[in-house]
């Protein structure tokens, strides 16, 4: 941040950041082997850094790799480098305590631009990772970027900037003229992205809120993408989730939702079912219905942000069930009432085939369409076991992390009640590397991965919490 000092105050704040990563990686080194002197340890977060930041880039880690076990780095050290956050941020000319101008936003996946508000709070240091708050606006999407700008603020203020000072919250506010889509969902990522890239944000404690078309959002991507939020809060928003299946997926991400005792189509009824839903099935799903229409209540904007507090995303949970579609949004929408056509960038597709520690494969050329949903419930057992259920499912990938087995014993996965893998498995730099850099996402950190094939169907278990 500016700070009044010119160039030698940005000077003295780049050289804080890199020396905090840098003591950061020499105590990963010096708890696992022999140690490095600083210079060479910073310079090797910077390649590392360089590599991942770079997302859409086909490089191969090869070279980065070749430095780090030059440097008897472990996988362990590579991961508290990584999640250490980048060695230096750039100087971002945002005042801290106010909401920013509208900020360009250029899509990351396609042909679009639009713009975006961020909220740097008082207590913002970019040595330390802070939650990031994603706040997406109501409207339709034929709305124009004005109408959009004008939504997002009163979606903010005072509320939400008001929780985000008193927690230290960063935020942004994407703004999109073509509603909550597969376009809508590309300047949301985007958006993350270069919040990532300029702040110091925590991976594991990213959260996503959003009232109206922006609850429609914030529950869409809490059944498309759970493993990406810490907690999520959709407002007076969502459909009969129960009805379409999708409701499925949301027993993987912990949830606060809320709508008015007035409010229109059906938007209580559905949530109601939602809610009840969720409850038979015994998890901590939160569900409040406050005296009132279709807006924002301040009340319940101040206990959802003070209960995002004690939320973490967990990749490593014990159980994960999944349920899922086509597996990449590499397409643009259309409306008749858009001024124009979009076209997706060719190899930038949006991931939707991840739940947690499971990644499902693309289901064989001349599959049935009625057989393209793919369903698993996977369970980390005693023993360095592991098991999974699956439904439609022929390839999964299993993500693997030492909270989840012990690399130093075989480890066995079991698929539809069959042994599909039974051996040692290997760390590999390179797959942390490349995981890392897809997704930017700096705490999605896998050690290895084992690719097994399943053979025929088991019916998957109801979502339960016992």
Known sequence: MRDGGGVAAHDVAMHRRSAFAAFVLAAALAAQGPSTTLAPTNALASKVDAFVIDTWSNDSPDAVVAALREANVAPKALESMLRAGRPAYPDV???????????????????????????????YDPAVAHPLLVVGHGGSAARDLDFGARAARAGLRPSWLEAAERHGFLVVAPLSDRGWMQIGTSMLFSAIARMQRDFHVDPDRVFLTGHSMGGHLTWRSAFWFADRWAAVSPMSGGYDYVKSGDVFNLVNVRGFATCGEQEPYQIREFNETIAKWMGERRYPWSFAVVPGGHEIFPDEVARIAAAFVDCRRDLYRKRVWARVGGLRFEAAESNPKWAKSHTWTAGRPIDLSTAHWLRFCDVPEGTPPEKHAQKAFGEVKDGNRIELTCENVRRIRVLLHPRMVDFAAPVTIVANGKVAFDGIVQPDLASMLRLVREFSDRGRVFWAAVEIAVEGDREVPEPRLD
Not at 93 to 100: D, Q, Y
């Open 93 to 123: 000319s945002i005042e801290k305590g106010k909401l920013s101008a509208r900020l360009p936003l250029p899509s990351e996946h396609l042909d679009h631009a639009t713009e975006h508000y961020v909220y740097v709070p008082k207590s």
